[in-house]
């Protein structure tokens, strides 16, 4: 019984600590969840872990190949043009969404995990001279721990899935046509 008390006591600690590194790296100008009104056009990108942790994903089956298929088809789905991430730079209405997947294997049994989907929409910096700055206006975060044994990381793509359909209902309550 102890030794299930100090797993759990480790997860809660490891949470706490993936909340309060996250918290350095917020939008600190208060953009966050400010508008996703009359977004159309999406480029996906996925930024996956590097070293271990990412071959740790692929040894489970998890690649963000699979991630960016399935999320740009499912946005496809609900209407929005899916380009690539070279196109979007040339497209002045186009928006990044943005998969942040980070993984660590703090002991040997559990596999904790740090999924954030964040929009960034593009402000220019002046009139005509198409540069432009990008600012977060959407995010959403799942924080959690999964055992190593069983499913193993596959339920990455479950909970990446849930954060694009929270994405999809709030761009969906945004603009709602007035009757």
Not at 18 to 37: D, I, K, M, S
Not at 69 to 89: Q, T
């Amino acid at each position: 019984m102890k030794k299930y008390i100090n797993y759990a006591v480790a997860l809660l600690l490891m949470a706490g600590s993936f909340a309060v590194t996250a918290g350095f790296f917020e939008e600190p100008l208060g953009y966050e969840n400010a508008t996703l009104r009359g977004l159309k056009t999406i480029a996906v990108h996925i930024d996956p872990p590097t070293g271990s942790d990412a071959t740790e994903m692929s040894r489970n089956g998890v690649t963000s190949e699979n991630l960016q298929e399935m999320i740009s088809a499912r946005l496809r789905n609900a209407g929005f043009k899916v380009i690539s991430y070279s196109d979007s730079l040339h497209d002045p209405e186009a928006v990044l969404l943005d998969l942040r997947v980070r993984v660590d294997m703090p002991w040997g049994s559990f596999y904790a995990f740090d999924l954030k989907l964040s929009v960034f929409q593009k402000f220019p910096l002046s009139q005509g001279a198409g540069s432009f700055s990008s600012v977060r206006t959407w995010s959403d975060r799942q924080i959690g721990a999964l055992q190593a044994v069983g499913p193993g990381l596959y339920p990455l793509y479950d909970y990446s899935m849930l954060l694009v359909e929270n994405f999809i209902k709030a761009h969906h309550a945004q603009n709602l046509k007035a009757d």
